[in-house]
């Protein structure tokens, strides 16, 4: 951990596939300093992600403090990803950190004294938002020391990835989602829409990464072999999804975000066919007198959030290949 680097930022992941990728380019970038990690239960169990956060981090010979957080969603029981991911979430390969433990701090206590210490740091959030909405529900104020916060989660414009309303982070834990939504944070949204279709590491392109021959190459296609098969038996596309480090590729280079807006936002709470899914006011209607009963909490209590609905893609894919080299 540099703490040299004016840069300052927090990770909260449910560490998975693509989840370790994404830290990879954290930790191995010489633009940021990654001042904690906390872990979240999402993709895997709590102490799956934590042993999974702990190994790339061993594997990138870093010396950032992993805390482990919340085991399951505000109120729900969690319901994982291990038919994508793999039952240990990085594709049942084996890997275990060697010598690194998380560290004693709740993952929640961790996040507040992260961002009291560093005012202005950047937070990114790679799974639900659990641990971060146990954080504000405690310091609604931490809003204000926050001067990004890029949350991978939603499905703005289009059909989910985990029901046909919903993406996985935000229907997994809705209830944490809506507090995050409602807060003053600044959000971006990095939707799971920007990581389909060209943004896909295609087959010529997971051998390119290869070809690279460094354990940063081998681990990132190794470790999603798994999640490339699922995710072609849900969408018919080839190649491997990476929305996590997509989303950590925009919080690394803003300028990666070609195509913008801010909305107000929040997310469906119940239990029916819409649960967990992502509702922007493109429009700008929320305001309205007919729908001001139900959006009055966002719009008198919350701000307006960006919404990132196209990102450079070859410069996107540039940074990969960088930060595996």
């Known amino acids: 951990m540099n703490s040299d680097i004016s840069r300052k930022i927090l990770i909260d992941t449910d560490t998975a596939s693509d989840d370790a990728v994404?830290?990879?380019?954290?930790?191995?970038?010489?633009?940021?300093?990654?001042?904690?990690?906390?872990?979240?239960?999402?993709?895997?169990?709590?102490?799956?992600g934590t042993r999974n956060a702990l190994y790339t981090v061993e594997l990138c010979g870093a010396d950032v403090p992993v805390f482990s957080g919340a085991t399951a969603p505000l109120v729900r029981p969690l319901e994982d990803a291990s038919w994508f991911h793999g039952q240990d979430g990085l594709g049942d390969q084996g890997y275990q950190p060697k010598t690194r433990v998380h560290e004693a701090v709740f993952a929640v206590d961790a996040i507040i004294a992260t961002v009291e210490a560093n005012p202005g740091i950047e937070i990114i959030t790679l799974g639900p938002l659990t641990n971060l909405a146990l954080a504000l529900r405690r310091r609604p104020d931490l809003a204000s020391r926050v001067s990004r916060c890029v949350v991978m989660g939603g499905a703005p414009c289009c059909e989910g990835n985990v029901t046909p309303a919903s993406e996985y982070n935000f229907w997994v834990d809705p209830e944490a989602a809506r507090v995050v939504l409602r807060s003053r944070l600044p959000i971006e949204l990095v939707g799971w829409q920007l990581s389909r279709g060209a943004a896909v590491v295609s087959g010529r392109e997971m051998e390119e990464i290869l070809a690279l021959k460094t354990k940063f190459a081998e681990f990132a296609i190794r470790s999603n072999e798994t999640a490339a098969k699922a995710y072609l038996t849900q969408t018919g596309e080839e190649g491997i999804a990476l929305p996590d480090p997509t989303a950590m590729a925009i919080l690394l280079d803003p300028a990666l975000s070609l195509v913008a807006s801010d909305h107000y936002m929040d997310v469906q709470t119940d239990s029916g066919i819409t649960r967990g899914m992502s509702v922007v006011d493109r429009l700008g209607v929320a305001g309205d007198a007919r729908n001001s009963s139900v959006w009055s909490d966002v719009v008198e209590h919350g701000r307006k959030q960006t919404v990132i609905w196209e990102m450079d893609i070859p410069v996107w894919k540039q940074a990969l290949l960088r930060a595996l080299r």
């Open 22 to 48: 994404a830290l990879i380019m954290a930790l191995r970038s010489p633009d940021v300093s990654v001042q904690a990690i906390t872990v979240v239960a999402g993709n895997v169990s709590v102490g799956q």
